[in-house]
């Protein structure tokens, strides 16, 4: 028996919770992760798991199997990724998760760069607004926008993403221009409404200006819980939005958007890094933040130009 391809399995099931998902995720045929498993529990003489028809539960014994196999894991990780040449060319998959914005507007479009600088990692990236299991899914690390809420997890805020308000030249030219915060909660103005895609509920447009806030709420016609649709939302003359700045530079040049409320500040949007807190971050999962980093850096310097050119 492999005992580490078996503990490597272990983990995984206890992690996914069922057999099937923790195979999925290791690229393994279900009857082979059972069978490492059953190896494993005989090489051990105990039982690790309790199986029923839809999950699996660790025993005592498996509990303490587990901590200790995480340790050890994580530690030959550790050894691999300190020596020199893992930290000259660190290699091997990633899984990542990224809102849709931060995917399609800065990530995807400087791959280019991240694989020049890192041919030997390969990405696994998803690309949604909506929550992810870091653990059940086996991601190594999560990109999200917004303050955190689940505190078991480990956070680094990386960036933030800034935000200017935009209508088409046609929203403009039917409704008029909005000269306060205010006049986008009656008619004949009307914004497009974003809704949170992890509880469904409705956030307010905030705007600050020589220290006032104002929030602004209802007067929507419609309401959608993914950045593609809003921005569709939009284009299609239905409201005025809050772009970020990155995506809104190229249509504010082309002529598609027109920067509205030029004297008030949209809120910033904090975004941070997420892993779990059981899961050492990787030399290859470390590079690949720090060049989101980098990413994000740039995103802030245009904002700050877009800004002031406004």
Known sequence: MDRLTAMQAYVRVVEAGTFT????????????VTRLIQTLETHLSTKLLNRTTRRVTVTPDGAIYYERAMRLLADLDELEGSMSQARATPRGRIRVDVPGVV????????????YARYPDIQIELGVSDRPVDLIGDNVDCVIRGGE????????????????????????LHRHGRPLHPLDLMAAPHRRVAFMSPRTGKLLPDVYRRDGDTVEVQGNHQLAVNDASAYLAAGLAHLGVVQLTCSMAAPLIKRGAVTRV????????????????????????????????????SREAAAGVQLRCAA
Request: with cysteine; aromatic share 10%; glycine share 4%.
């Open 21 to 32: 998902k923790a195979a999925d995720s290791l690229g393994l045929p279900k009857a082979t």
């Open 261 to 296: 409320l030029e004297d008030w500040q949209a809120e910033s949007l904090p975004l941070y890094v997420v892993y779990p807190p059981n899961r050492h971050l990787s030399h290859k999962v470390r590079v690949f933040v720090d060049w989101v980093v980098e990413l994000l």
């Open 148 to 171: 955190l809420t689940d505190q078991s997890l480990v956070a680094r805020r990386i960036g933030e993403f800034q935000f200017i308000a935009c209508a088409t030249p046609e929203y």
């Open 103 to 114: 995917g399609r507007e800065i990530i995807i479009p400087a791959l280019a760069d991240f």
